[in-house]
């Protein structure tokens, strides 16, 4: 069940709902374990290999390259220069450059409708409840901007579901 909480957005005033994340994160240890379970690898090896992905991946990256993790998605690098535009195609230049950052591209899958099911959304099965508990039980991840707004989700106090 995913859980969503009404926020009232500064800039223009009106209100969305907006997904809540609760508990602890699922941290590289028990991905391993869960992993392990699921295959005939180790929980002290899989954990290895969970741990030395990110570095491997961003040598990758750091080569202009993509990476596709099959059955998950792609990875790659961006870059911004906001604010910074130059006049003529000349003066175009590395100098630019503000910020990287990483972006990631969900896998999809042709699914029976004709349409597609991304990576990480289970076909079926997700169902949608407002969040009435408090926000000291949510928990804080990081995040560079702002979640998407809008939307429809499920009506005021209702139970929605999707899939």
């Known amino acids: 069940m995913i859980f969503w909480k009404r926020v009232q957005q500064a800039i223009n005033k009106l ?12 941290e590289t240890q028990e ?45 790659r690098y961006t870059i911004t220069s906001a604010g910074k535009g130059v006049a003529t195609q000349e003066e175009v230049s590395s100098d630019q450059i503000t910020g990287l950052r990483v972006q ?4 999809r899958v042709r699914n029976m409708s004709g349409g597609y099911t991304r990576a990480l959304i289970a076909d079926e099965g997700i169902t949608f ?7 000291s039980d949510e928990t804080q ?5 702002e979640e998407g707004t809008g939307g429809n989700g ?10």
């Open 104 to 107: 990631f591209t969900p896998d």
């Open 141 to 145: 991840v990081p995040d560079d901007e």
């Open 129 to 135: 409840m407002e969040w009435l508990g408090k926000e």
């Open 31 to 75: 991905l391993a374990n869960r992993i392990a379970r699921e295959s005939t690898v180790s929980p002290a090896d899989t954990h290895a290999v969970l741990r030395a992905l990110p570095l491997i991946m961003a040598d990758f990256m750091k080569e202009s390259r993509a990476v596709h993790f099959e059955g998950l998605g792609w990875f």
């Open 154 to 163: 499920p009506a005021e106090g209702e139970e929605g579901s999707f899939g």
């Open 15 to 26: 209100w969305y709902p907006r997904s809540v994340t609760l508990g602890k994160p699922v």
